[in-house]
């Protein structure tokens, strides 16, 4: 196919490459040529890609018409390869935070969190109170303290809310799997700890949600397939569960996912499409689908996901939540699957950015002892959240062309929530240019589908392709015609970027950037049993979300507004790497000037019955 052979850009080195407002790179928007497919269509699509005779020519004509040929395969640049987006620890100075002990069990670590949040006094802002707010863990934690409700009332209010959300007429497909027994019995241990006033943590009795891609007893881990856990089978917690047990938690079952995390929509066709509580006719987005649904639908005010090209931060901002996902290596990702180990990590999805710290102090730490790394542990700092009006002089960057590559509503809110930032607390926003976002778009694509099929390999060698949805037995194909040497420009790619991102940190102290470029769009009925290939939609919703996942960055993503149509908007910040307090300090002066305008979804489960 040399004839067909598309030119490959020869990339500047990166000393010479201009970061700054008045830089000449251009800003390519997504070039995505492919349209949506489903039904019918989509497996006529997939018989092509699977056949001998045409399979490989539709893939090579895909890859090149999508630029990957151009920008990626036959680029040609000089940056040596990085595969693995590890940071050496350096001290950030950063404010109004406090070192934590790196001896400290997991409740030991959400009592250190629970020390550095405001009062309750100091939460409202210019005397505004929230007109609808989710409850809390701290609520949890008072309610069951005060005996006013117990683990075992909220318990069997939640099993009846699984049931009735999962079945006509509601099919909001929240979980892949859940046991009631299990629930019932967690419930029961807890509210004997609680009737002994011998909670373990403030996080005892609180439910929590987990995405099917995390090991967890007693549920087998599909990674949303009806095949994965018939080749590998689940024999324990992953270390980030086992930390949320340590701690008292209840966990309530194992959340729906796009199959293999491999879309950006939640449509799965084995399990059902994850529905958005703030309208059940439109997508929660992916690929942890299903744990930003129910901490939209109040049935846990946490769940984990895993964010590997924007899994976490995607759907919270879709489903109106916080999304957090730390900087790699922050958290263990031991009993994780192995779809992403370069760009995935576990991450919070929470309905306070005050919630999503007290998980992430349970869940991060140490690397068990049977993982090892040659990089020295990096030192935890939590921020004290009540003195985040003492931090000053914060200076956001923002790439004007990216930042506004959505759409108009997502454009305007994004930018009040920023002049806000900037008329409360005085932060200032600087002008750059990060060049090359399309490349490492696509850079990022090959890495997570080339990790995908190798961390599988054994078992996709086993597959019958019957079992998989017809979505991603397209997404296996275009997986598995990505080569060694495109793997290799993909990281040379990754490496300029992360040059890139570190010259920007010299100047900044977070990126901010809309969290997706669209809001959520609707579920049509015929990709119900097929799944979807709609490849726009899903650049647009990965747009702001690829630094996070392939440079290894930590990122937060806040609500903070709704469309025309009342559907959730979040503002995304990024940070250095190891930056996770300034981050959540970021988050939590961005949620005190937006929380009084939150709305209360379509579907919504009170739980502590205070409505």
């Given amino acids: 196919m040399g004839l067909f052979r598309a030119k490959g850009v020869v990339y500047k080195p990166v000393e010479n490459v201009n970061l700054g407002p008045d830089s000449d790179e251009f800003y390519l928007q997504a070039n995505v040529k492919a349209p949506r497919m489903a039904g019918f269509p989509v497996k006529i699509f997939a018989w092509f890609l699977e056949s001998r005779i045409f399979g490989r020519f539709l893939l090579y004509i895909l890859k090149r018409n999508n630029l990957i040929h151009k920008l990626v395969t036959n680029a040609e640049l000089k940056e040596s390869p990085v595969y693995v987006p590890m940071h050496p620890f350096e001290e950030l100075n950063e404010q109004e935070v406090k070192h934590i002990d790196s001896g400290l069990s997991p409740s030991e670590q959400v009592q250190q969190a629970i020390n550095c949040l405001p009062l309750p006094s100091q939460k409202i802002v210019n005397g505004l109170k ?63 700890r609680y009737e002994r006033g011998e909670p373990i943590s403030a996080l ?25 856990h018939k080749f590998r089978s689940c024999k324990g917690d992953a270390c980030c569960v086992m930390r949320l047990r340590s701690c008292g938690a209840v966990i309530i079952g194992k959340t729906n996912m796009h199959e293999l995390g491999a879309g950006t929509s939640g449509i799965n066709p084995h399990y059902g499409a994850t529905r958005n509580p703030y309208n059940p006719g439109m997508i929660s987005g992916g690929s942890s689908s299903g ?3 129910v901490v939209a639908a109040g049935l846990c005010p946490v769940a984990l996901g895993v964010d590997g090209g924007g899994s ?51 869940i991060n730490g140490p690397l068990p002892s049977h993982e090892t790394s ?58 750059v240019t990060i060049p090359d976002i399309e490349s490492m778009r696509l850079a990022h694509y090959l890495t997570i589908g080339s990790e995908c099929t190798a961390g599988l390999s054994s078992y996709l060698e086993k597959l019958d392709n019957a079992e998989s949805g017809w979505d991603l037995r397209v997404a296996l194909c275009v997986y598995g015609s990505f080569s ?54 899903g650049a ?6 690829i630094a996070g996942n392939f440079l290894g960055l930590p990122a937060v993503t806040v ?28 988050a939590y002066a961005m949620q005190t000037l937006c929380v009084s305008k939150y709305r209360k979804p379509q579907v919504f489960y009170d739980l502590l019955q205070k409505d």
């Fill in 374 to 431: 040659a990089i020295p542990l990096p030192k935890v700092y939590f921020p004290l959240l009540q003195s985040t009006n003492s931090v000053s002089n914060v200076i956001l960057a923002r790439y004007g062309e990216w930042f506004s590559d959505c759409g108009d509503d997502i454009r305007t809110c994004c930018s009040q929530a920023l002049h806000q930032l900037s008329e409360k607390f005085g932060w200032k926003t600087v002008d």
């Fill in 130 to 192: 929230p007109s609808f707010r989710r409850w809390t863990i701290m609520d949890y934690s008072k309610a069951y303290s005060s005996g006013e409700i117990t683990p075992c009332m909220v318990a069997e209010q939640l099993v009846t809310a699984i049931r009735e959300s999962s079945s006509p007429p509601m099919d909001m497909a929240f979980f892949i799997n859940y046991d009631a027994e299990d629930i019932l019995r967690q419930a029961k241990e807890s509210t004997r």
């Fill in 559 to 586: 609500p903070v507004g709704y469309d025309k149509n009342g559907l959730p908007i979040g503002l995304q910040f990024i940070g250095r790497p190891w930056s996770e307090p300034t981050l959540i300090h970021i």
């Fill in 204 to 228: 005892d009795g609180v439910p929590i949600a987990i995405k099917d891609e995390i090991d967890c007893r007693p549920y087998p881990t599909t990674g949303g397939t009806k095949w994965l």
């Fill in 291 to 293: 744990s930003a649904a």
């Fill in 312 to 362: 976490v931060r995607m759907p919270a901002a879709l489903c109106g939540v916080v999304g957090f996902k730390p900087t790699f290596g922050r958290v263990p990702h031991s009993g994780v699957l192995p779809l992403n180990w370069t760009v995935g990590m576990v991450g919070v999805l929470a309905g306070t950015i005050e919630d999503a710290f007290i998980v992430y102090a349970a």
């Fill in 540 to 545: 647009a919703l990965v747009r702001y979300q």
């Fill in 484 to 537: 060694g040497e495109e793997y290799i420009k993909a990281q040379k790619l990754r490496s300029r970027q992360m040059q890139f991102h570190r010259n920007i940190f010299t100047k900044a102290d977070v990126i901010v950037t809309p969290t997706v470029g669209v809001t959520a769009y609707p579920i049509f009925d015929d990709a119900l049993k097929t799944g979807e290939l709609d490849y726009i939609n």
